[in-house]
């Protein structure tokens, strides 16, 4: 199997003022781009090929080309569509229901999820997850995810690598993450929450 860039379902400046066309447009066709093609390498490199995405993160992390390019295609995928011009706001149904069941109230879940943001030192990603019917939230260092160590099933990942906010927001990840709120898709979110039940 060859893993492809996915297409935006939105304009590179759609996301504003929240995030910025620019950096959208790199992060995209730059790194994302870049994770595609490693990974597309490192398949080929370690005679991968017909393995799924799932697959591969679970049972090839010890192969860090794979780890690395294979988690970035993955985290990156999920973080585009969570996001859309039309988001913000907060959930609804099951999940709305869920989430108060599980971190008391949706300030009390963002302000758990902005902390595990806040705390991961250096790069990488805050998740929402499912673990055992519930939701849960971690955080996972470079380009890796939840599905590597099976802690639980993601369906919710912010990138707090600098590249995906430096050039708007300087150091600010506070800001970064402050302004995401305003682009997360939670119907998407919600979907991916039916799926996992
Ligand atoms: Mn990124």
Same mark, same amino acid.
């Given at each position: 199997?060859?893993?492809?860039?996915?297409?935006?379902?939105? @304009?590179? !400046?759609?996301? #504003?003022?929240?995030?910025?066309?620019?950096?959208?447009?790199?992060?995209?066709?730059?790194?994302?781009?870049?994770?595609? *093609? *490693?990974?597309?390498?490192?398949? /080929?490199?370690?005679?991968? @090929? @017909?393995?799924?995405?799932?697959?591969?993160?679970?049972? *090839?992390?010890?192969?860090?080309? %794979?780890?690395?390019?294979? &988690?970035?295609?993955?985290?990156?995928?999920? =973080?585009?569509?969570?996001?859309?011009?039309?988001? &913000? &706001?907060?959930?609804?149904?099951?999940?709305? %229901?869920?989430?108060?069941?599980? =971190?008391?109230?949706?300030?009390? =879940?963002?302000?758990?999820?902005?902390?595990?943001?806040?705390?991961?030192?250096?790069?990488?990603?805050?998740?929402? &997850?499912?673990?055992? @019917?519930?939701?849960? $939230?971690?955080?996972?260092?470079?380009? !890796?995810?939840?599905?590597?160590?099976?802690?639980?099933?993601?369906?919710?990942?912010?990138? $707090?690598? #600098?590249?995906?906010?430096?050039?708007?927001?300087?150091?600010?990840?506070?800001?970064?993450?402050?302004?995401?709120?305003?682009?997360?898709?939670?119907? /998407? %979110?919600?979907?991916?929450?039916? *799926?996992?039940?």
């Amino acid at each position: 199997m060859t893993f492809e860039l996915p297409d935006l379902q939105y @304009g590179y !400046d759609a996301l #504003e003022p929240h995030i910025d066309a620019l950096t959208m447009e790199i992060h995209h066709t730059k790194h994302h781009n870049a994770y595609t *093609n *490693n990974l597309n390498a490192a398949i /080929e490199a370690n005679g991968l @090929g @017909g393995k799924t995405i799932d697959e591969l993160l679970s049972e *090839n992390i010890d192969i860090a080309a %794979v780890r690395n390019n294979g &988690g970035g295609w993955w985290n990156h995928c999920q =973080f585009w569509e969570a996001m859309s011009p039309s988001g &913000g &706001g907060t959930p609804s149904g099951e999940l709305a %229901v869920a989430i108060d069941s599980s =971190f008391g109230s949706f300030d009390e =879940f963002k302000s758990i999820f902005h902390n595990a943001a806040m705390t991961r030192f250096g790069s990488g990603w805050a998740w929402l &997850g499912v673990k055992d @019917g519930e939701l849960c $939230v971690c955080s996972s260092p470079n380009q !890796d995810n939840p599905l590597m160590d099976g802690f639980c099933n993601p369906i919710l990942g912010l990138d $707090v690598w #600098e590249h995906a906010y430096y050039k708007m927001y300087g150091p600010g990840r506070a800001t970064y993450i402050d302004a995401w709120w305003n682009v997360v898709d939670w119907n /998407e %979110v919600s979907r991916r929450f039916s *799926n996992c039940r």
